[in-house]
């Protein structure tokens, strides 16, 4: 998988499907060659790349080498790459290091693991082998090792980077990121683009495709966490590829707080993909013979598609980053009392809605915010901890049993890393509070954040949970975290280290996380953050699925799904049905919609059932049943999309199992047109040497058929029209 030729000096690091080269070029560069598709052999012929031009800087009189022109596996700054660095450290007397060269590399079988990181999972018997290559600055005592993970059968490589310091004095690091990637894609005649996912809060991971011109295109975060606004991913296509087929290569960052994704096309036509931890809100001092590992990034490339690519992260992440135990475990259907309740609730309409529930076929109920403290608005009661008995006047344990009565799982929403102003615990340790350090803290929904950066608040978090999770027969756990951070400055740090407080607040985040998910294996938690504003990497690995967004509008969900689905496997998906009007639209669509949209994801419901029209009542039992009948294929099975509702107002999706027997097709229409046709729909995923029925209409179709001529769609001239439809191989 990772063999290293003397003679020539270059890398191979082999996939299943394809290959990534790096040279060691004139003894010192880490220079890359080529990541894609497999070829037999790789010219050596790449030193024409290299020109001595007007105004480009040699790195010095001894040694003719051109940085700016090269394309490099790491960037830093001082020898004449003027591009985005990678690394940029400074030792005590503030003079950078500025020439960084090969020293050794290792080959290595199965993953080192970093400790305080979530990163891809190492299973025994794995085909997976691990590169090191250490680098090491000329005028000091640092070394850089560049870590390769390559997993032979996911057709992935992991990226990060490891600083050590050898001195006997302090670094300050300025800029640390995971990957860098120099790529001479200027072939085809075609001008590269660049695909994001950006948005804002219940409008999450829109698409976002433009052509990459020169100069940079950053997004990023400094929010303290990745945020609704640009999740922690970005591609790089060509305009002529389409879902299924074309070459694509994607960055994933397996992390939860401020990071940098940066694109920049030089005047070399050579374009630079970077990211990691957002240098803007970052500086950490190394102190001697300590070392800092960076998050740990997920490359993929595909010839097959933006398709090809999105199955790839979805296996990989589905089967080596979530929890192992949930990994293949299909999810429950669940009806959640945040929409049908707010806060105005007791202990007999909690039953009363759970018992609805369970007679039309949900598994799970989950109990909403407003259920301890002094809890009846967004104003108080959160940080204290404790039940309120005018609420629920048997606690968690007698509500969780009754529900239990009904054949029902119980589960409970909490929000661990904030308090309200009149939480006991910061009346106690006001200095326990995220940006204590000022006068007058900012407030977000009513709310302060406490200083995971320091260890004895996620200790208290750990105790605290920890008991209430041992309350009550709690197999399902709602995590929410409803602002972005300010202040971030913790009391706790000297003044010399209060700029890593970000990145140390998501280190005691992946702390308590770990904690509470390994004493409580079998609690399936579901991560949150006003909805899907920390959807990421980094949290799905310690919570398998996250709660999509807030916005629960059918139509609106179209987009949303969709544009994460680039990424995220459909198991990690939330998805519910919800009342009409719509809490965040105000907007009414059939029960068909809002059941078909939910049913593409994880099933959940949030509504009053029994305030539900009897007829609506009996559809959502028949789809509650469907799904059920269904569920494996959708939360297991691969999924393709195949009409963008961002470009138009169709939309189609497919799940079908990796051998092609059976499938499930549906389809949605936003606003309907007087055209009376009905739609032929290729669908390019079947097996083209088989035949399908239709169970519903009797009607096979060959699989050549429906690749090439299509399926028809039924007719579409309706509002909010929907539609599933099975097929079988025969």
Excluded at 40 to 55: G, V
Excluded at 58 to 72: A, C, G, H, M, Q
Excluded at 360 to 383: H, N, P, Q, Y
Excluded at 643 to 648: A, D, T, V, Y
Aim: aromatic share 12%; net charge negative; glycine share 6%.
């Amino acid at each position: 998988m990772i063999s290293y030729s003397e003679k020539t000096h270059i890398f191979n690091l082999e996939t299943e499907k394809n290959l990534y080269y790096i040279e060691i070029y004139k003894g010192k560069h880490i220079r890359h060659l080529y990541w894609g598709t497999k070829i037999e052999t790789l010219q050596n012929d790449f030193d024409n790349i290299e020109q001595d031009k007007p105004f480009v800087v040699n790195i010095s009189p001894k040694n003719t080498v051109f940085l700016e022109t090269l394309p490099l596996e790491i960037g830093f700054t001082g020898k004449g790459d003027f591009r985005h660095p990678t690394v940029d450290i400074e030792n005590i007397t503030g003079i950078p290091f500025l020439t960084l060269g090969y020293k050794s590399h290792k080959i290595t079988k199965g993953k080192p693991v970093v400790e305080q990181f979530p990163q891809g999972r190492y299973k025994k018997g794995d085909k997976v082998e691990t590169l090191l290559i250490t680098l090491q600055d000329e005028n000091s005592e640092v070394e850089i090792d560049l870590i390769y993970s390559v997993y032979y059968d996911y057709n992935i490589i992991t990226r990060s980077i490891k600083v050590k310091n050898l001195s006997q004095s302090n670094l300050t690091l300025n800029t640390l990121l995971s990957f860098n990637i120099d790529m001479p894609l200027n072939h085809n005649d075609e001008n590269l683009q660049l695909i994001t996912l950006e948005g804002n809060w219940a409008r999450e991971r829109h698409i976002q495709q433009q052509e990459i011109k020169n100069g940079k295109s950053v997004i990023s975060s400094n929010r303290g966490s990745s945020s609704h606004i640009f999740n922690p991913f970005c591609a790089v296509t060509y305009p002529s590829t389409t879902e299924h087929t074309g070459e694509i290569w994607g960055f994933s960052l397996i992390y939860s707080g401020n990071y940098q994704m940066c694109v920049e096309k030089t005047h070399t036509d050579i374009v630079r993909i970077s990211g990691g931890i957002n240098p803007e809100t970052f500086i950490w001092i190394l102190e001697p013979q300590e070392s800092f590992t960076t998050p740990e990034a997920v490359l993929v490339y595909s010839n097959s598609g933006v398709n090809g690519m999105s199955n790839t992260f979805h296996k990989f992440f589905r089967e080596r980053l979530i929890p192992q135990q949930f990994a293949n475990r299909e999810r429950p259907i669940l009806i959640n009392n945040w929409e049908s309740t707010y806060f105005d609730f007791d202990h007999d309409k909690i039953v009363n809605i759970a018992k609805k529930a369970s007679e039309v076929g949900i598994e799970l109920f989950v109990l909403d915010d407003g259920w301890f403290g002094a809890r009846d608005g967004d104003k108080k009661g959160l940080g204290n901890w404790v039940v309120n008995r005018e609420k629920l006047r048997k606690g968690l344990e007698g509500l969780a049993e009754e529900i239990n009565s009904h054949y029902m799982e119980f589960g409970l929403w909490v929000e661990p890393e904030m308090a309200n102003p009149d939480a006991d615990i910061l009346k106690q340790h006001p200095d326990w509070l995220l940006g204590s350090c000022s006068d007058d803290p900012s407030m977000g929904r009513n709310q302060y954040v406490l200083d995971l950066a320091n260890p004895e608040v996620v200790d208290w978090l750990i105790e605290t949970f920890t008991e209430i999770f041992r309350k009550a027969n709690i197999t399902y756990v709602k995590w929410d975290m409803n602002r972005y951070l300010t202040e971030t400055y913790s009391k706790y740090l000297p003044a010399h280290k209060k700029r890593e407080t970000s990145h140390r607040y998501v280190l005691g985040l992946y702390r308590l996380m770990d904690t509470l998910v390994t004493q409580f294996p079998h609690i399936l938690f579901e991560g949150c953050s006003g909805g899907g504003g920390r959807f990421d990497p980094g949290l799905i690995y310690y919570m398998p699925q996250y709660w999509t967004s807030d916005n629960t509008d059918a139509m609106a969900r179209l987009k949303i799904q969709y544009g994460t689905s680039l990424v995220y496997p459909i198991i990690t998906m939330g998805s519910h049905v919800s009342a009409c009007p719509n809490h965040q639209l105000e907007r009414t669509t059939p029960i068909e919609a809002r059941l078909n949209a939910a049913m593409s994801g994880n099933l959940g419901f949030e509504l009053d059932l029994n305030l539900t029209d009897p007829e609506e009542l009996k559809i959502v039992k028949n789809g509650i049943n469907f799904y059920k009948k269904h569920r494996k294929l959708i939360q297991l099975g691969e999924f393709y999309r195949l009409l963008s509702p961002f470009k138009g107002d169709q939309t189609s999706w497919m799940f079908i199992d990796s051998s092609k027997t059976e499938l499930l097709l549906f389809w949605f229409l936003d606003k309907a047109d007087i055209k009376y046709t009905r739609q032929l729909l290729k669908l390019p995923y079947v097996d083209p040497n088989s035949s399908y029925i239709d169970k519903e209409t009797n009607k096979t179709y060959s699989g050549s058929e429906l690749i090439n001529r299509g399926f028809r769609l039924p007719l579409m001239n309706k509002d909010y029209a929907s539609g599933v439809i099975y097929l079988t191989k025969i």
